[in-house]
């Protein structure tokens, strides 16, 4: 079997994007609970990206895509809190890319 998944640029982004928040969650001190709940926000875009594209109907493949993106925005606001809402263009610039190729998928499946 192989797992397709694996090649979307999406999914490569997400993975990278997960690495960044573990780098500014090392690099910055924050609540214990946001910490949690930006590393747990960061692995949904992964899980959702992997799991919708397993799904065999569409509905069910822009869920999880819709999930993902929700996630996105939860991670924004996450760096929010951190940043006191001054957050690195960079981020916010992946935040942004990574949204609109969620954004594409979702609109792929609405049928």
Same mark, same amino acid.
């Given at each position: 079997?192989? !797992?397709? !998944?694996?090649?979307?640029?999406?999914?490569?982004? +997400?993975?990278?994007?997960? #690495?960044?928040?573990?780098?500014? =969650?090392?690099?910055?001190?924050?609540? #214990?609970?946001? #910490?949690?709940? !930006?590393?747990?926000? +960061?692995?949904?875009?992964?899980?959702?990206?992997?799991?919708?594209?397993?799904?065999?109907?569409?509905?069910?493949?822009?869920?999880?895509?819709?999930?993902?993106?929700?996630?996105?925005?939860?991670?924004? +606001?996450?760096?929010?809190?951190?940043?006191?809402?001054?957050?690195?263009?960079? !981020? =916010?610039?992946?935040?942004?890319?990574? +949204?609109?190729? =969620?954004?594409? =998928?979702?609109?792929?499946?609405?049928?």
């Amino acid at each position: 079997m192989s !797992f397709q !998944f694996r090649n979307m640029n999406v999914y490569k982004k +997400a993975l990278f994007y997960k #690495k960044t928040i573990n780098t500014i =969650l090392r690099d910055n001190k924050t609540d #214990k609970d946001i #910490k949690d709940q !930006f590393k747990r926000a +960061a692995t949904s875009i992964v899980l959702n990206l992997a799991e919708g594209f397993g799904r065999f109907y569409s509905r069910d493949k822009k869920r999880f895509y819709i999930t993902a993106r929700g996630s996105v925005n939860e991670c924004v +606001a996450c760096a929010d809190i951190i940043y006191d809402s001054n957050i690195p263009d960079s !981020f =916010l610039k992946d935040s942004e890319e990574i +949204a609109k190729m =969620l954004t594409g =998928l979702i609109n792929r499946y609405n049928k």
